[in-house]
């Protein structure tokens, strides 16, 4: 890495915290290039010294650097978590004060879009919630604001709830006024220890997969500031790879609901105390997996006998020195598809985040027929390796089963050039009897 590169990836560190080795090597690299395209210089050097003195340039920087990838209800359970957790507390509680939900990072709007239809579809009504949306990105920010997203950021709606939410457009669909209203954005840094200082605490906050792109110093700042930001009795709804534990904060949280779901709450003074880096819950068997909440009462139905559950998988010796994907892949090959992902995570949590962890959760995910989960693995897969031939082929293929056909094909011209790339790499590598690459 050049001196001017080395100075980038400083100024980017200091304002985002990123763990170098989560975000892959190659991530910082190709966004100086683009920026250095975009304003016309060559040195790298020249280019670090323009991005330490310019805010601009720096918030620029940042805009290639975060992941833009979101779509509507990206994840179901979270948002199932959130209608009960709003119905019991405030719908059925009319005269208790508005329900406070947090976005951070907020990325392009879909998710604290999605807040507000779930908590409109839990019975709330405006003036009974309140919705902050935070992200780094300005960038990112003005699309949320537009609030105008392609068929592809819609992939997990409904069709009732696209007819009753959005509104087509010559350019894609805008959400409709009702809910754009509902949420006000701001631009802001989970690291900033005065960020949404003068706001009061939040019933609820959303702050998924950004831990797991965070180095540890980071990490600990970013726990101070979610414990600070949310409720007494609130919910923290975090992404299935993101860690707690970095500071005493962190580890003040436990399990809020069904595993899966990836809620916390704090811990209570007589509950035992979290261990330092402990990973989330992991995803039990699905003949396994409680409900958030008791039902509402239904009429009799005849009575359908259950399947059989799995027996559970016996536990790895103490002795088990073979990697944890490896032991994943023995658990997924059984269709134990709950102990693989707890494999999976440990390995994410014990080595660092990977393309190989994440595109191996991705088809377990598949397995177990959780489709969203498994498209959200395998665009971490790209984030960490852009080149990740399969992944973008996996991609490709969700695409285009639910019709969004450019998309796919974006996602296969990828894959042709990851390929082609690792065939002249691989060539040159015959010829000259060594690596191409260091």
């Known amino acids: 890495m050049s001196d001017g590169l080395r100075a980038i990836d400083a100024i980017l560190n200091e304002r985002l915290g990123l763990d170098r080795a989560s975000i892959g090597p190659g991530l910082i690299p190709r966004a100086a290039r683009e920026r250095m395209r975009a304003t016309g210089l060559v040195q790298e050097q020249d280019y670090a010294e323009l991005v330490a003195r310019?805010?601009?340039?720096?918030?620029?920087?940042?805009?290639?650097?975060?992941?833009?990838?979101?779509?509507?209800?990206?994840?179901?359970?979270?948002?199932?978590?959130?209608?009960t957790f709003a119905r019991d507390g405030w719908t059925a509680r009319p005269s208790r004060g508005p329900l406070r939900v947090l976005s951070l990072p907020c990325a392009g709007g879909e998710e604290p879009y999605s807040i507000a239809v779930t908590l409109e579809e839990a019975g709330l009504p405006p003036g009974r919630f309140v919705i902050d949306?935070?992200?780094?990105?300005?960038?990112?920010?003005?699309?949320?604001?537009a609030g105008v997203y392609s068929q592809n950021s819609l992939r997990g709606l409904g069709p009732e709830r696209l007819a009753r939410w959005f509104r087509e457009r010559p350019g894609g669909f805008e959400v409709a006024e009702a809910i754009r209203g509902r949420v006000r954005f701001r631009l802001g840094n989970i690291l900033d220890p005065a960020l949404l200082a003068g706001e009061p605490p939040y019933d609820a906050v959303f702050c998924r997969n950004l831990l797991i792109y965070l180095a540890r110093p980071s990490r600990a700042l970013a726990e101070a500031t979610l414990d600070r930001l949310l409720a007494a009795d609130g919910l923290l709804v975090l992404g299935h790879a993101d860690t707690l534990g970095a500071s005493p904060a962190g580890r003040a949280f436990v399990a809020a609901a069904g595993l899966g779901t990836f809620a916390l709450r704090r811990r209570k003074p007589d509950e035992a105390p979290r261990r330092p880096e402990a990973a989330l819950p992991s995803p039990p068997k699905l003949a396994d997996r409680p409900r958030l909440a008791p039902p509402p009462p239904t009429p009799p139905r005849p009575a359908i006998a259950a399947p059989p559950?799995?027996?559970?998988?016996p536990s790895p010796p103490a002795d088990d020195a073979r990697p944890w994907l490896e032991r994943a892949m023995e658990h997924a090959n059984q269709g134990r598809h709950g102990q693989a992902l707890a494999c999976c995570e440990e390995a994410v949590r014990r080595e660092g985040p990977s393309a190989a962890a994440f595109v191996l959760m991705a088809g377990i995910h598949q397995a177990a027929g959780r489709r969203s989960e498994a498209e959200g693995c395998y665009n971490k897969a790209i984030y960490l390796d852009p080149a990740h031939d399969g992944a973008l082929l996996a991609l490709a293929l969700i695409a285009e089963r639910r019709g969004d056909l450019a998309a796919a094909a974006g996602f296969r011209r990828r894959a042709d050039r990851a390929l082609k790339s690792g065939r002249v790499a691989a060539d040159i590598n015959t010829k000259t009897g060594g690596p191409a690459h260091e």
Not at 133 to 145: C, G, I, N, P
Request: proline residues 10%; aromatic residues 8%; without cysteine.
């Open 54 to 83: 310019s805010e601009a340039e720096l918030q620029a920087l940042i805009d290639e650097v975060v992941v833009p990838e979101s779509w509507f209800f990206r994840d179901a359970l979270p948002f199932d978590l959130l209608r």
């Open 309 to 313: 559950a799995p027996p559970p998988a």
């Open 133 to 145: 949306a935070v992200d780094v990105s300005e960038r990112r920010l003005e699309t949320a604001r």
